[in-house]
């Protein structure tokens, strides 16, 4: 595996959120160093700039490891409507990369 990997994590957000009326769906994308687990770079598919923003501060530079620091985080300074889709969204993409990891230390 090279030094950076890219993923995404899903969630539903609220119905009555701009976000579900644009793509259905609330999307992380994180491009994460799969030496050290620290999330590189963030994006979402929030429909504000400030809140993509906000959302890149409050993951960059943390481990994707350390999801319930994450979601604990997004859940004490986060208050959009689409506080509940990231953090699940952000608990999806950390058992994708889990997955990728377990999947690459059980290859020979």
């Known amino acids: ?3 950076t990997i890219y993923l995404t994590g899903e ?3 609220p119905t009555n959120n701009p976000i579900t009326s644009k793509w259905g769906l609330f999307f992380v994308g994180l491009i994460v160093n799969n030496e050290t687990h620290v999330i590189v770079r963030a994006d979402c598919s929030a ?3 400030l809140t ?3 959302i890149r501060e409050l993951l960059e530079g943390r481990s994707l490891l350390d999801d319930d620091a994450l979601v604990d985080t997004i859940t ?3 208050h959009g409507s689409s506080q509940r889709a990231l953090a699940a969204a952000v608990r999806n993409a950390a058992a994708k990369y889990r997955d990728l990891l377990d999947r690459d230390t059980s290859t020979p």
């Open 47 to 49: 429909t504000l700039g």
């Open 52 to 54: 993509v923003d906000f």
């Open 76 to 78: 004490t300074r986060y």
């Open 11 to 13: 969630a539903k957000s």
């Open 1 to 3: 595996m090279g030094t």
